[in-house]
């Protein structure tokens, strides 16, 4: 799959994921180093693959569904990134990201691999949302094609 950076076309490496998959398991490193792994995630999921947080269309994505996640008790908010889980922490606490958990796939890829969100020219993971109900089976999926362009937030949210 391709998606554009800059209206450059990028080649996307992994499984792409469609609606109706079963979600597949992934381990990524928390910010303080540890490993995670999305077999332990419960309830309702949203997986925000992002570039990096220190960018502006990132950053505020983040925010966005940062803010948007007091309103649902149910759901568990992640941000996935290559960035260094030192930087999602400066990141997280200088702009008061409290609500959405941040996970870095800078170690192993394993998201990028498993979700197709890995961009091949560019070393970092591809803007994409997806959605994940308690069952484990994706109900929403977004790749967006321009990675600078915002998701369709209201889409997402109608599955919250």
């Not at 609606?19 to 949203?46: C, E, Q, R, W």
């Not at 960018?55 to 966005?64: G, I, S």
């Not at 691999?113 to 961009?119: N, V």
Request: aromatic share 12%.
């Amino acid at each position: 799959m391709n998606v554009k950076f800059q209206g450059n076309l990028m080649t996307l490496e992994g499984t792409i994921i469609k609606v109706g998959d079963l979600a597949p398991d992934f381990t990524a490193i928390d910010n303080n180093l540890n490993p995670v792994s999305s077999k332990d995630f419960k309830g309702k999921k949203v997986f925000v693959s992002v570039p990096s947080l220190d960018t502006p269309v990132c950053d505020l994505e983040v925010k966005r569904f940062n803010k948007e996640a007091t309103s649902f008790s149910n759901v568990n908010i992640y941000v996935l990134s290559m960035d260094l889980p030192f930087a999602q922490g400066r990141w997280c606490g200088s702009e008061g990201i409290d609500k959405v958990k941040t996970l870095s796939d800078y170690k192993d890829r394993e998201f990028g691999e498993k979700y197709g969100t890995y961009i091949k020219e560019l070393g970092l993971l591809t803007r994409a949302v997806f959605v994940v109900d308690e069952n484990n089976k994706v109900i929403y999926v977004e790749y967006c094609e321009e990675i600078s362009s915002h998701p369709n937030y209201d889409e997402v949210l109608k599955f919250l």
